[in-house]
């Protein structure tokens, strides 16, 4: 396996120039959520993602602190458990200390980074640490919680137990940072431990653990009443199902709900923007590229940044109160009907913001069988970019003041296409263990961490950089395919033909024209079954680069008839020739269609790519594209079928 870069910024670069420039290699190592890449962001100044939820890092992220000869670059590894490892993320640990990854040296110490509300299963790997002979320090996480639940530890008279340095610090607040950003910059101060700890017997190391727990004047802390009777809600094989799905109907609510005006106010300055510059820009090619493919296009992707903006942010508020590891440990049940396990849910939760990292999450998972099963359905989970698609189908479909009495309509649809999603997932996963993946499974763990109130810092930090993933897609590749999809749409003009013509008669005659008419009538047939007329299968041949891009093709399609309305505009798409001329092209069979087909298809180049990357083979990406494509045209023309025979 190679390293990653994983996250850099302005003091970051490649663990390999670091060993170029001589610098000293200090690496993080800890459990699971025990605060190492928040402790790592304070270190660095850097922004990887943290939350209160095991497993969110699983690669390699490096930064560097100090400056000049004494510069010490810092590696943020994935947590583990011990040396000795049983999943991919967990040997990647395991390589990168023993230098075995090409271009990345071995680390020159180790910081390891200790949760002090788990202290005895933490003390395991300090243990196989310190037998490494890298020289090692301690950074103690957690103490202010620890003691907040009737729990203590002295940190001075714990690292006389170890024989090493140990600083406490408060990675959420930044508290003690800048003391430990001193010791990480002195490692070379740091002792050697005289003793090795006694990691190859079980019952030494034990006794140990003890001694070191004692010595430390070690209280554990005690789990409170209202922990305890929440647990026994949210925990419960029935009514913590119940709950989950509450709470996930609740949030597609406010998604719907709390975003809508903004979007309509967002809708409205696009539409105007665009207008203005088609009508005070003098060229009219250079007025059609700018009002329609940058300001219509565009802006029809933007128009839904502020539901994406709330998904995430509901989102991170789960994740920082420990609800979403539960979560994990609730579903474990479910997902053992799929052949999965709960390690399963946590990339399929993961791959609800990008398929992206769901898939690159599976490295936690220790059978390669689990990993490929979890890596071909989780596509299937609705990620961000299928939601622009959604709302824009949604709107088309539900009428925004259809209301099931307090409940609006509009985001129990919703609801009801991320919960096709996930089944789906759980149906798929389940044949592939079944049928090509046949294998038992391993033992499932997962710590449950405490309920916390979420870092304000830390959720919108996690809102930012989800927003500016969205925004730096918009402003790359959705920019281009759109710019490319305006060229399609727009060319060959031929000015003698429309002479004489209006400019909206002139502009439908250009489109009706153009290569991607000749494009979406080719694939047309393809279609028809399912009610797609060809400028929405120009939609979907675009929306291979990035499923927003659909939404951005229709709204150059209606900027033809009318920018400033587009919702209108795509209700009243009508066919302009063919035996359905004069037809509605925008029917409820047909969105019920497109909305099925877009919850099966994987229209995602990129997810191909890392898919392959993380299978080292095109056999999986092959297989999960085929299936899905497959999955996605029949499952769309049954959603027809039903769909016109109840209207």
């Given amino acids: 396996m190679r390293a990653e870069p994983g996250c850099h910024g302005g003091s970051g670069g490649s663990i390999a120039a670091a060993s170029h420039r001589g610098e000293a290699v200090v690496a993080l190592v800890g459990c699971p959520n025990a605060g190492k890449s928040s402790v790592f962001n304070h270190l660095t100044g850097l922004r990887v993602r943290t939350a209160n939820y095991p497993g969110v890092t699983v690669t390699l992220s490096q930064g560097r602190i100090g400056s000049g000869p004494a510069a010490v670059s810092v590696v943020d590894l994935p947590g583990t458990y011990g040396l000795v490892p049983v999943s991919p993320d967990e040997q990647l640990v395991v390589d990168h200390l023993a230098g075995r990854l090409d271009g990345t040296p071995a680390p020159n110490a180790l910081l390891v980074i200790v949760d002090a509300t788990t202290l005895r299963r933490s003390l395991s790997l300090v243990a196989q640490c310190l037998a490494s002979g890298t020289p090692c320090a301690v950074a103690l996480t957690m103490t202010d919680e620890l003691r907040a639940h009737g729990g203590d530890i002295d940190p001075h008279l714990l690292g006389q137990a170890l024989g090493v340095p140990v600083r406490e610090v408060h990675g959420h607040r930044g508290q003690g940072i800048g003391a430990l950003r001193g010791d990480v910059l002195g490692w070379t101060a740091w002792p050697e431990v005289p003793i090795p700890p006694p990691v190859h017997d079980q019952g030494d190391l034990a006794d140990w653990i003890d001694s070191v727990v004692d010595r430390a004047a070690y209280r554990p802390a005690e789990a409170s009443r209202a922990t305890r009777g929440i647990d026994r809600v949210l925990l419960h094989p029935v009514g913590g199902l119940v709950a989950f799905l509450v709470v996930m109907f609740a949030f597609f609510q406010t998604v719907f709900a709390v975003a809508a005006p903004v979007m309509g106010w967002i809708e409205t300055g696009f539409g105007v923007l665009g207008e203005a510059a088609r009508s005070r820009i003098s060229d009219e090619t250079l007025a059609g590229f700018v009002g329609t493919a940058l300001i219509g296009g565009v802006g029809g992707v933007l128009v839904f940044l502020p539901q994406i903006v709330l998904l995430f942010l509901l989102i991170s508020i789960l994740e920082g109160t420990g609800y979403l590891a539960r ?86 649809a919703l609801f009801a296409l991320y919960l096709a999603g996930g089944l789906s997932a759980l149906i798929a996963a389940a044949v592939l263990r079944r049928t090509l993946l046949r294998q038992g499974g391993l033992p499932f763990y997962l710590e449950l961490p405490p309920y916390r109130l979420p870092s304000v810092r830390a959720v919108l930090a996690a809102v930012w950089t989800s927003a500016a993933i969205f925004l730096r897609k918009v402003a790359t590749m959705i920019l281009v395919a759109s710019a490319v999809l305006w060229a399609l749409l727009s060319f060959p003009a031929h000015a003698a033909q429309t002479q004489g013509m209006s400019e909206p008669q002139a502009s439908a005659y250009v489109l009706e024209h153009s290569y991607a008419a000749d494009l979406g009538r080719a694939i047309e047939p393809v279609f028809a079954p399912l009610g797609f007329e060809w400028r929405i299968d120009v939609g979907l041949v675009g929306a291979m680069a990035a499923r927003e891009v659909f939404v951005s093709t229709l709204g150059q399609v209606v900027a033809v008839s009318d920018p400033e309305h587009p919702q209108a505009a795509l209700r009243d798409l009508t066919y302009t020739d063919g035996p359905r001329a004069g037809q509605r092209v925008f029917t409820a069979p047909t969105v019920v269609a497109l909305l099925v087909f877009f919850v099966y298809a994987l229209q995602c180049i990129s997810t191909l790519a890392v898919m392959r990357r993380e299978s080292n083979s095109w056999r999986w990406p092959a297989l999960a594209f085929a299936y899905m494509s497959a999955l996605a045209w029949g499952m769309a023309f049954l959603a027809r079928l039903i769909t016109v025979a109840i209207t």
């Fill in 327 to 412: 979560a994990a440990f609730l579903m474990d049940r479910v997902m053992a009907l799929s052949g999965l396990d709960g390690r399963a849910f946590v990339a399929m939760l993961s791959s609800v913001a990008c398929a992206i990292p769901g898939i690159m999450s599976t490295r936690t998972m220790p059978s390669s069988r689990d990993r490929i099963a979890t890596m071909l359905s989780a596509p299937l989970m609705t990620c961000s970019a299928r939601l622009p698609v959604y709302l824009l189908l949604v709107s088309l479909l539900v009428p925004s003041d259809a209301r099931w009495g307090p409940v609006g309509l509009q985001g129990v």
